[in-house]
T-cell receptor, first 112, second 113 residues
């Protein structure tokens, strides 16, 4: 079944740790996105990708980095986590530019 | 700054009533609009998209687009308690180089039994 997956679903980690949030999709989509959303707040685009080896920063400045080595995989990395990184991170994909985006279940990150 | 504005609510309606959710946008180049539903603690799920002026119906949901007034709405008929969620409006300007979706802050809908 075509879907979009994120792991871990929940992560509690100490300040200064390096973390990688995984996102994979089996939908065959070229376009992938990372959003950050605080509770009760709006979605903010932090990274997006056109396809393999193509990544761009989004509207909200983020200390995270992304890579796109395989079409189906779009991991997000924080080299040194801080409490200000505490948030929900949502991965999405779409078939076309300007088309509907499908979201993964999200990773809720807490940095102590 | 291209913006999508929504009344944050909460909007409270009784079960069986029509819920009307509204959205305005500032970018006249926006051509496609999406309505997402987001339950608390969950990720957004697509309900409908619309790109032509007028109405588009899908079951109990009707999306309305008025490009002259830069206004998009979502009507939910026969509202059910299970419709209680935050509804996100998003627009995209497909005509330029920026194909990113711009999301509104969302409207919290509560349907009371």
């Amino acid at each position: 079944e075509a879907d979009i997956y994120q792991t871990p679903r929940y992560l509690v980690i100490g300040t200064g740790k390096k973390i990688t949030l995984e996102c994979s999709q089996t939908m065959g989509h070229d376009k992938m996105y990372w959003y950050q959303q605080d509770p009760g707040m709006e979605l903010h685009l932090i990274h997006y990708s056109y396809g393999v080896n193509s990544t761009e920063k989004g509207d909200l400045s983020s200390e995270s980095t992304v890579s796109r080595i395989r079409t189906e995989h779009f991991p997000l990395t924080l080299e040194s986590a801080r409490p200000s990184h505490t948030s929900q991170y949502l991965c999405a994909s779409s078939d076309t530019w300007g088309g509907e985006q499908f979201f993964g279940p999200g990773t809720r990150l807490t940095v102590l | 700054q291209k913006e999508v504005e929504q009344n944050s609510g909460p909007l409270s309606v009784p079960e069986g009533a029509i819920a009307s959710l509204n959205c305005t946008y500032s970018d006249r180049g926006s051509q496609s609009f999406f309505w997402y539903r987001q339950y608390s603690g969950k990720s957004p799920e697509l309900i409908m998209f619309i790109y032509s002026n007028g109405d588009k119906e899908d079951g109990r949901f009707t999306a309305q687009l008025n490009k002259a007034s830069q206004y998009v709405s979502l009507l939910i008929r026969d509202s059910q308690p299970s419709d209680s969620a935050t509804y996100l409006c998003a627009g995209v300007n497909s005509g330029g180089s920026n194909y990113k979706l711009t999301f509104g802050k969302g409207t919290l809908l509560t349907v009371n039994p």
